[in-house]
């Protein structure tokens, strides 16, 4: 496989998964394996190219919540929309304390299929439970659910520790891991997507930009051999899927359940637990 086509194809697949709560990384990790399964991987394959690829994706949906940023901007004096901004703030914050200290102990993110399996599956249980709670307590109707001010600081310090969790175990997903935390602490489901992903765009933004700075400055491993044009031609693709994705999802969201996704994750770690029994992944 040429390396313009693993790039579009890995391009591709971060925009569809990054904001989708069925993990990135997992999907990337799969894809990377069933692509070069019989081949040596790329060298400019790897977790400068990931990282990058996301700050891409990430950077293509910050005009779908324009208005948001429009009230962080010009009704700063509001006090819900100042909460709604330092809750925010807060959860960026926890995460990227936490993420600092997994970076100086050495953390890196382990390459191997059957955690990915794992967490997918805990995951895709966890949406189903959720769900049928919210079912329970009323049919899981998201009515007057949309004010800011049901985004307590404690969804604020659940979300920045569900985005280390996601961190430190591939397959989670961050925006899965967070909106079940959100839904499961009385956050509407539109809203809880939404602030998911706003707490994302800081946390992704400040990842890829250390990424980058350490390839040029330090000259970690990655950085001397990394093909760029391929990284920029992935994360552009990235950027655009992303977007379409995100749009979509934020419009799906406002009639529907998570289901779907909690079902996709279990289909996905079951047909992962087989190809490794079989050892053909």
Do not use: C
Not at 23 to 34: D, Q, Y
Not at 46 to 73: E, S, Y
Not at 157 to 182: C, E, H
Request: net charge positive.
């Amino acid at each position: 496989m040429t390396d313009p086509i693993a790039a579009a194809i890995l391009g591709v697949v971060e925009g569809i998964t990054e904001f989708l709560p069925v993990s990135s990384t997992a999907h990337l990790l799969i894809t990377e394996r069933l692509m070069f399964h019989s081949a040596q991987k790329p060298e400019w394959v790897d977790d400068l190219f990931n990282v990058v690829i996301q700050t891409g994706a990430v950077l293509a949906v910050i005009p779908l919540f324009h208005h948001r940023f429009h009230q962080f901007i010009f009704n700063w004096r509001d006090k819900t929309v100042r909460d709604y901004f330092l809750k925010i703030v807060v959860a960026f914050f926890i995460t990227g304390a936490g993420g600092y200290v997994m970076e100086k102990k050495g953390f890196k993110l382990p390459e191997q299929l059957l955690p990915v399996a794992i967490a997918l599956l805990t995951g895709g249980v966890l949406f189903l439970i959720v769900e049928r709670w919210l079912a329970a307590r009323g049919g899981g109707q998201d009515k007057d659910r949309g004010d800011l001010r049901n985004v307590t600081w404690t969804v604020a310090v659940a979300v920045g520790v569900g985005q280390l969790i996601a961190a430190a175990f591939p397959g989670s997903s961050r925006s899965g891991t967070t909106i079940i935390f959100s839904l499961a602490l009385g956050l509407g489901r539109p809203l809880a997507t939404e602030y998911s992903f706003l707490v994302s765009i800081p946390t992704m933004l400040a990842a890829g930009g250390y990424k980058i700075f350490e390839a040029f400055h330090h000259r970690v491993a990655g950085g001397p051999h990394e093909n760029w044009s391929m990284v920029i031609m992935s994360t552009v693709i990235a950027a655009v899927v992303s977007f379409i994705a995100v749009k979509w999802l934020l419009r799906y969201v406002q009639t529907h359940t998570f289901n779907a996704f909690g079902w996709y994750r279990i289909l996905v770690s079951a047909a992962l637990f087989v190809a490794l029994a079989m050892h053909v992944i």
